[in-house]
């Protein structure tokens, strides 16, 4: 008879076990889940960052540009009106 305790002290020990390690894997896939989404966050976030530093770098880049060409553009206006008005050679 005592084998019969020994395997039914056994099965209630293992199942007891298994309830654990099922509760622990339940417990692990959430953190698991949590964390990958708290990676791909922190990874858009990251792309985001990036990129806004990229725009900001150009729209700076444009305006610099804007304005260069618009110096230009000034410069060639004014050359043009003052040899529009040079000396009249027509006599």
Do not use: H
Not at 18 to 43: F, Q, Y
Not at 50 to 66: H, I, M, S
């Amino acid at each position: 008879m005592e084998t019969v305790t020994e395997y039914a002290d056994r099965k209630t020990e293992l199942e007891g076990k298994i309830g654990s390690l099922e509760t622990e894997r339940n417990s692990l896939l959430g953190d698991i889940a949590t964390l990958k989404e708290r990676i791909s966050t922190l990874e858009l976030e990251k792309a985001v960052n990036t990129l806004e530093g990229e725009v900001q770098a150009l729209r700076t880049e444009k305006a610099v540009l804007e304005e260069k060409a618009a110096k230009f553009s000034e410069e060639t206006f004014e050359v043009e009106s003052q040899g529009s008005e040079g000396p009249d050679l027509t006599n």
